[in-house]
């Protein structure tokens, strides 16, 4: 429903070795690299990017993303990237 939130569960608890990375129709859209060191969300990730300003939430644990305030603009395909030093 539109201006509800929605959350992509990734299933995986991190160890704060991976990089996670979510894209929206081949966009990057959040991040979070290495030791948490890097933690990106809308702008951030992409100069330019405005459709997701504010409105985005990462899950440092999980790499768990939040979209609140949703609409119809939204929909398309979204990514998930999971990078560690042992497989992807």
């Given amino acids: 429903m539109e201006e509800d939130s929605v959350i992509f ?14 894209y929206f129709n081949s966009i990057r859209i959040a991040q ?3 030791v948490l060191s890097f933690i990106c969300t809308g702008v951030q990730c992409n100069k330019g990017t ?5 409105r985005l939430k990462l899950d440092h ?14 929909s398309g ?9 042992s497989s992807s």
Avoid: A, P
Avoid at 77 to 85: G, P, Q, W
């Fill in 9 to 22: 569960h990734t299933g995986v608890v991190t160890n704060q070795q991976e990089d996670i990375k979510w």
């Fill in 77 to 85: 395909v979204y990514e998930l990237k999971i990078i560690s030093s």
């Fill in 32 to 34: 979070i690299s290495g």
């Fill in 50 to 54: 405005e459709r997701f300003r504010d």
């Fill in 61 to 74: 644990q999980t790499g768990s993303l939040t979209i609140m305030n949703i609409t119809t603009m939204d």
